[in-house]
């Protein structure tokens, strides 16, 4: 097992889900000292039993009040931020985008968008203070090229997309690099809400073998291949990599 994170403060956020919790159990086997952030408290518990001397801070993604709460904390309990995992999302309406609800779009935005500044908001001056950094958030596929039946979370991952490139062009300077991943759909809980606003079991099996079609390795990824792409671009080894969305896909965007 590799030591590349030994002794180094890492949040995730979304750590009680699919990519979030693999990406924190990724970093602890590693060596980091975990902050684990999400709305979920018992999911929190479960993935804070794989890494052992996390620390737990439930809350939501898209208040600046328990998100400025998780830094301190993390400051108070294990002292300053170096590295920083954006998992926290939801998925939203199956909708053409004509068709979505106000109240739907605004918290899809709340969350992936908002909710990915204010992190960087808030753990990206612990960085600043150790002069050195490394953040990393989740974009998507639908991030890249639109979707038509994600249409609104597919907007709001697009602003993911920018918004690291923008963060990465103003930290670069910082030694901060912020990168974002852009995973095709990935064997977790998240994949199954879409693929369930089909409709019944024969439409869901159909958008089921339809989703796996799109990826020409005709198949969903892994929770841990995903875990893996976040855990190189946090590393050391990403040193010169700023302002990247990398696909995570099955060649999905090739
Ligand atoms: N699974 C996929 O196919 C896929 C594909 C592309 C991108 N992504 C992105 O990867 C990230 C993780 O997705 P996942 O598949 O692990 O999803 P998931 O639903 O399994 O986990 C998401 C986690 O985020 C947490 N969360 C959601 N809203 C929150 C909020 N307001 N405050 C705090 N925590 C909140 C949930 O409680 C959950 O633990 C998301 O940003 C998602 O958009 C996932």
């Not at 052992?52 to 993390?74: F, I, K, L």
């Not at 500044?117 to 990206?124: C, S, V």
């Not at 974009?139 to 963060?167: D, E, F, H, N, Q």
């Not at 062009?169 to 690099?177: D, K, L, S, V, Y």
Request: aromatic share 6%; charged share 20%; glycine share 10%.
């Amino acid at each position: 097992m590799s030591d590349r994170f030994a002794g180094r403060v890492a949040c995730v956020t979304g750590a009680a889900g699919g990519l979030g919790r693999a990406t924190a159990a990724m970093l602890a086997r590693e060596g980091a000292r975990l902050i684990l952030f999400d709305r979920d408290a018992e999911g929190l518990a479960e993935t804070a039993a794989l890494c052992p001397g996390a620390v737990t801070v439930a809350g939501d993604a898209a208040s600046a009040a328990d998100v400025a709460r998780a830094a301190a904390t993390a400051r108070a309990e294990l002292g300053p931020v170096e590295l920083l995992a954006v998992a926290a999302g939801i998925v939203g309406p199956a909708r053409i985008a004509i068709d979505v609800e106000e109240a739907d779009f605004d918290r899809v935005f709340a969350v992936n968008v908002k909710g990915s500044w204010l992190a960087a908001k808030y753990f990206i001056p612990h960085m600043r203070e150790i002069g050195r950094g490394a953040v990393v958030l989740f974009s998507s596929t639908a991030g890249l090229v639109g979707s038509p039946r994600l249409s609104v979370y597919s907007a709001s991952k697009g602003a993911v997309t920018l918004l690291t490139r923008s963060l990465a062009r103003n930290h670069a300077a910082e030694n901060i690099r912020v990168n974002c991943v852009c995973p095709g759909t990935i064997d977790t809980a998240m994949a199954y809400a879409s693929i369930s606003q089909a409709g019944d079991a024969a439409a869901q099996a159909e958008a089921e073998a339809f989703q796996k079609a799109q990826h020409p390795m005709n198949r969903f990824g892994t929770a841990d291949e995903v875990a893996a792409a976040v855990a190189y671009l946090l590393s050391d080894a990403a040193g010169f990599t700023t302002g990247v969305a990398l696909p995570v896909d099955g060649g999905r965007v090739a």
